[in-house]
């Protein structure tokens, strides 16, 4: 699943620059959204169906920071507060699905 998360959020061509005329996404909305993508990714994770609900929370708290924890994750979200307008951070925010999070950033 990291693997998917560095294939998505540090390609180049997937971070796009965006001249919007309402700027760009800050630090914190960038944090924001990646973490988004990031609990949506997990929320997915088959291997989380067969656990208590505490477990399933603990489970999914050590997978947000390891994910947060890599290094890859504090470039990215430089690399969006340079490259992510603030359309792009509002569509993401509003995205069911990893998938539609993506499409709005391509």
Do not use: H
């Amino acid at each position: 699943m990291l693997r998917r998360v560095s294939r998505l959020l540090f390609a180049a061509p997937v971070l796009t620059l965006a001249v919007a005329c309402n700027g760009k996404a800050t630090r914190a909305q960038c944090t924001e959204m990646l973490d988004r993508y990031v609990d949506m990714t997990i929320a997915g994770d088959p291997t989380l169906a067969d656990l208590s609900p505490e477990e399933s929370r603990a489970a999914r708290e050590m997978k947000r920071a390891l994910r947060k924890a890599e290094p890859g994750y504090a470039r990215v979200e430089s690399q969006c507060e340079s490259e992510i307008s603030k359309s792009e951070y509002r569509c993401a925010m509003k995205a069911p699905t990893p998938e539609t999070w993506q499409a709005c950033i391509d």
